[in-house]
């Protein structure tokens, strides 16, 4: 059972990440500097990306289970507030971080840090409800 919610949780987000990327897409790509042409010539056509993503995914949903079994939080609400709490003061600080080093715009880093908060968020409330 607990590998299925970890599955679970990481497709939910993977497919959050497919509605927050498709609608800012634009403004992330510009602040990305990835060009339309670039996208069209097969740069972001290759599946290794969604693929690492995907795993990736599974590696947070994989932690954040175990995070929260071992802190006996088996709540959907205290699951989604700790999913966010991970999300807005873990991976988006770290996020934040890495831009300011790299002199990413700050758009970048919004959109970035935002799906990787609402994202923590989905994995929460998706092992929730397990």
Known sequence: MGFLSVLAAAAATFIFGGAW????????????????????????????????SFIMLLVVAGMMRHGLAMAGIESLGKSALAGFGIGAFM??????????????PRMLTLIDGGYATIGCTVIGLVLGLF
């Open 21 to 52: 990327y498709g609608a800012l897409g634009k403004p992330w790509m510009k602040a990305a500097g990835i060009t339309s042409e670039q996208v069209e010539g097969g740069a972001m056509k290759s599946p290794g990306p969604f693929i690492i």
């Open 91 to 104: 991976a988006t600080p770290w996020i934040v971080t890495n831009h300011a080093y790299g002199m990413k």
